[in-house]
Nanobody, 116 residues
Framework: QVPLVESGGGLVQPGGSLTLSCAASGSIFRISSVQGWYRQAPGKERELVAAITRGGSTNYADSVKGRFAISRDSAKNTVYLQMNSLKPEDTAVYYC?????????WGPGTQVTVSS
């Protein structure tokens, strides 16, 4: 069973919005210390986009501050990434991540393409 599964990616025009969801199996999110979203564009390294700790503290990459918001619904075992004012440079495969030390869990990724 895949521990994390992303959904919500797709094609959107510049300036548009998308909401990504990450559903976790079992108790991963309840026991993990931090959950987050990463992205990887072609030819580039995977980078942190946003993270949320068990206590609810959030952290964002400078490139997405003020445009993206990470949230969590513990009852649904789901983490969300609300993305607004999307730019072509946001185009990437977005991955959900959860850390249960010493293990890092990853989803298979969902493609986000920002293009007119």
């Amino acid at each position: 069973q895949v521990p994390l599964v992303e959904s919500g990616g797709g094609l959107v025009q510049p300036g548009g919005s998308l909401t990504l969801s990450c559903a976790a199996s079992g108790s991963i999110f309840r026991i993990s210390s931090v959950q987050g979203w990463y992205r990887q564009a072609p030819g580039k390294e995977r980078e942190l986009v946003a993270a949320i700790t068990r206590g609810g503290s959030t952290n964002y990459a400078d490139s997405v501050k003020g445009r993206f918001a990470i949230s969590r619904d513990s009852a649904k075992n789901t983490v969300y990434l609300q993305m607004n004012s999307l730019k072509p440079e946001d185009t990437a495969v977005y991955y959900c991540h959860a850390q249960v030390a010493p293990t890092n869990y990853w989803g298979p990724g969902t493609q986000v393409t920002v293009s007119s």
